[in-house]
């Protein structure tokens, strides 16, 4: 038995080489390698240059090799916003958007988050380990090996920590690595209907010190949105969570013009998120700070929504990241490869902007950049292969996985000629 793998006669090896999010034009260096090849010993990236170097200073007797004739190799995706937790299914509320209603109105009348809060709180942890195994191997299919899950499906103590315990489960259970964000202001219960500022006291109160104290999460978030959660109350919230070391996040900008993206800069948030109405202000105050833009076209195709700046984004100096925000009522999807082609086809990214989009600026926007999100000698060997040639073949196989094999942290996990899931 070899002691660890050689991945070799790769057509591109695409590093995404780096150690930190990249910024506008940075965004379009992949770093190729050509007829490439890596090296994994102990579940990290030993080597990577062409085969013919590789080969020089590694025995292959030694590994057990993959012939990568043909074949691209990339970093693992990751999908840095998700919220893949939940109970119940929106199946008839879709059908409602299809013909014109209008996401808010549906949530006024019951539907929407409070739908999903419902079925969430009445789903057991078993139903929800069953149903997040189902999704991460999905997930997997697509080459995504860290995902970041919000809770906020719950809107009470007891279910909010239910869903953070369960994500905690399923990253010790499944190979994708699965960071937890804390998302209990993602709508006001019916509970607190019209108190918007008292459950905000609420969550500061009795949720986030036991969140923060039993390291449930490692982010907050906060829907920062028109008619759910102000700026001021956004601000309240989250400089509570950065006092008590948790890091930021902000669902900022998406249906109005708020303020959002110019709060998660005022407050150093990691990412601010979705963004499709972020004003030029905004815009500018992410690029002249490290927040990553998170962008998530598969959301606006499915709401019938204008498509965010990301073109415009990237031109003035942003870190733009792409997520699927997989969820169960306004995106219910786990596939990278519509993201990539939304990305490309209607937000005018590069197919190179893209990839480094869902790699290691993904990996800034759960600060892990440092760790995953390229192929670079010292980091987890998270590492893709597709069946095809290029990674241009992504965006152009629309919707479609083009990933045949999947190793994570050093083991091969996904293999679609030996069935799929190896794990």
């Not at 916003?81 to 996401?103: M, N, P």
């Not at 969430?120 to 090996?145: C, P």
Request: with cysteine; aromatic share 8%; hydrophobic share 40%.
């Amino acid at each position: 038995m070899g002691i660890g793998i050689l991945i070799k006669n790769a057509s591109e090896v695409v590093t995404c080489s780096g150690f930190k999010a990249k910024h506008g034009k940075e965004m379009g260096d992949l770093h190729v390698i050509h007829n490439g090849a890596v090296v994994v010993e102990d579940g990290l990236v030993k080597a990577v240059g062409t085969t013919e170097e590789i080969l020089g200073m590694h025995r292959e007797v030694d590994y057990e090799v993959i012939d990568a004739e043909g074949k691209a190799i990339l970093p693992g995706f990751v999908d840095s916003h998700t919220h893949f937790v939940f109970g119940g299914y929106r199946a008839e509320e879709f059908s409602w958007r299809l013909r014109g209603d209008k996401y808010m109105d549906i949530m006024k009348r019951g539907g929407g988050i409070a739908s999903s809060v419902k079925s969430t709180r009445e789903a057991s942890k078993g139903q929800l380990m069953d149903a997040g195994m189902k999704r991460l191997n999905s997930m997997l299919s697509f080459g995504v090996t860290t995902v970041e899950g919000k809770s906020g499906y719950g809107l009470d103590f007891d279910t909010e920590i239910k869903q953070l315990e369960v994500m905690g489960e399923l990253d010790k259970a499944h190979p994708v690595d699965v960071i937890r964000t804390f998302m209990g202001a993602h709508a006001v219960p019916a509970e607190f209907s019209g108190r918007g500022d008292d459950y905000i006291g609420y969550l500061i109160e009795s949720v986030l010190p036991y969140v923060a104290d039993k390291q449930l999460a490692e982010f907050c978030d906060v829907f920062c949105e028109d008619n759910v959660f102000s700026v001021e109350q956004s601000r309240k919230l989250l400089a509570k969570a950065k006092d008590m070391g948790l890091s930021l996040k902000i669902h900022a900008d998406e249906i109005v013009q708020l303020g959002g993206a110019e709060l998660a800069a005022e407050l150093g948030a990691v990412s601010a998120d979705h963004l499709l109405q972020a004003s030029d202000a905004g815009i500018r105050a992410m690029a002249e700070s490290s927040v990553v833009s998170t962008l998530l076209p598969c959301t606006a195709f499915s709401l019938k929504e204008s498509f965010a700046k990301g073109r415009e984004m990237i031109d003035r100096g942003c870190a733009v990241a792409l997520a699927t925000d997989f969820n169960p009522g306004s995106c219910f999807t786990e596939s990278t490869a519509l993201v990539f082609a939304l990305a490309c086809i209607q937000m005018n990214l590069s197919i190179e902007e893209a990839i480094t989009a869902l790699t290691i600026n993904g990996a800034a926007a759960v600060n892990r950049a440092a760790e995953i999100g390229s192929i670079d000698t010292g980091k987890k060997a998270d590492i893709i292969i597709l069946e095809f040639p290029s990674y241009k073949f992504i965006p152009y196989h629309v919707g479609v996985s083009t990933v045949e094999k999947v190793i994570k942290c050093g083991k091969l996990v996904f293999d679609k000629e030996r069935g799929g899931i190896l794990c």
